[in-house]
C-alpha cells in the first residue's frame, strides 16, 4: 500500500442522520475521484441499503462501524459486512489478538475481500482522556503497540492519526496501509478533532488513505473542494 501508489487517496465521510442527506452529497461527488466513507449514524438509521445504494453507484465503501465484541461475534459481523460489497471495514485493535484473528479468517476465500483494518486510538482522546481509561504511556505508546499487534494479527493497516503516521510507517513498511482521519485543509474548522494535519502533511508523512468529513460538504461546491485536497494530495506524494 505504498501511499505514493496510491491515485485515490480520499475518502469523503457521509456523516449523515438520513439517507437522502447522504445521496445528495454523493450526487455532487465523482466515485472516480474519491472513496466515501459510512459510519455509525448513518447505518444505524438507513441500514445495509445505505451501502448497497452507494456501491450500486459506483462508489467504493469504507463501512466505519469499529466492530469491538467476542471473537465469534466480530467474524460474523465481518462476514456480513463482505457481503454487502464494502471495499473498506474496520475493528478496534482494543478486542485482541483472537477477535482480530477470527476477522480476518472470516473474510480469508470472500469474493471482492474487503480490506480489513483496525482503529488504534480514536483521534478525539489525547494522553489525559487515555489515562482516565486506565491506559498509561500516552497516545503515541498505545498506538505503536496496537499497530503492532494489527500486523500481527494478519489485518491490511490501521487508522491512526496524523501524529503517528511517519513513526507507523518507518516501523512497518510501505505495504501496511494507514488510513488517517483528523484531516483538515489549511483554515478549515477542527471542529471536535484533536490530533489534526493538512491533506498534504498527511501524505508527505505516508498516509494511504485521508479520512475527510466536515469540510467537504461544507463547502459552497463539494466536487471542487475534492479536486482541491486531491491535487494536495498529488503534490505531496511526488514531492
Known amino acids: 500500500m505504498n501511499p505514493k501508489q496510491n491515485s485515490k487517496p480520499l475518502i469523503v465521510a457521509l456523516d449523515y ?18 472513496r466515501v466513507k459510512i459510519g455509525k449514524e448513518l447505518f444505524t438509521r438507513a ?9 450500486a453507484r459506483g462508489f ?21 459486512a463482505a ?10 485493535a482494543g478486542g485482541g489478538r483472537a477477535m482480530m484473528e477470527a476477522a480476518v479468517a472470516a473474510l480469508d476465500g470472500a469474493p471482492g475481500r474487503p480490506l480489513l483494518i ?15 481509561v486506565g491506559v498509561g504511556g500516552g497516545v503515541a505508546g498505545q498506538v505503536e503497540r496496537l499497530a503492532a499487534l494489527t500486523r500481527a494479527s494478519g489485518l ?6 496524523p501524529l503517528e503516521i511517519a513513526p507507523l510507517r518507518a516501523r512497518l513498511g510501505d505495504a501496511f496501509a494507514l488510513v488517517t482521519p483528523g484531516v483538515r485543509p489549511a483554515g478549515a474548522s477542527v471542529d ?11 501524505m508527505a508523512a505516508g498516509a494511504s488513505f485521508l479520512v475527510v468529513g466536515r469540510p467537504v460538504p461544507r463547502a459552497a461546491d463539494p466536487a471542487a473542494a475534492v479536486a482541491a485536497i486531491n491535487d494536495e494530495c498529488r503534490k505531496a506524494a511526488s514531492a
Open 192 to 202: 471536535d478533532q484533536i490530533r489534526i494535519a493538512t491533506p498534504g502533511s498527511a
Open 83 to 92: 457481503d454487502l460489497g464494502c471495499w473498506m471495514l474496520n475493528v478496534h
Open 17 to 34: 442522520p438520513a439517507l437522502d442527506d447522504a445521496l445528495a452529497l454523493a450526487d455532487r461527488l465523482d466515485p472516480q475521484a474519491c
Open 60 to 80: 467504493e465503501v469504507f463501512l466505519d462501524l469499529k466492530f469491538h465484541d467476542i471473537p465469534n461475534t466480530v467474524a460474523g459481523a465481518c462476514r456480513a
Open 47 to 55: 441500514g445495509p441499503q445505505a451501502v448497497s445504494t452507494l456501491v
Open 118 to 132: 483496525a482503529v488504534t486510538v480514536l483521534t478525539s482522546l489525547d494522553d489525559a482522556a487515555l489515562g482516565e
Open 156 to 161: 491490511d493497516g490501521v487508522v491512526c492519526s
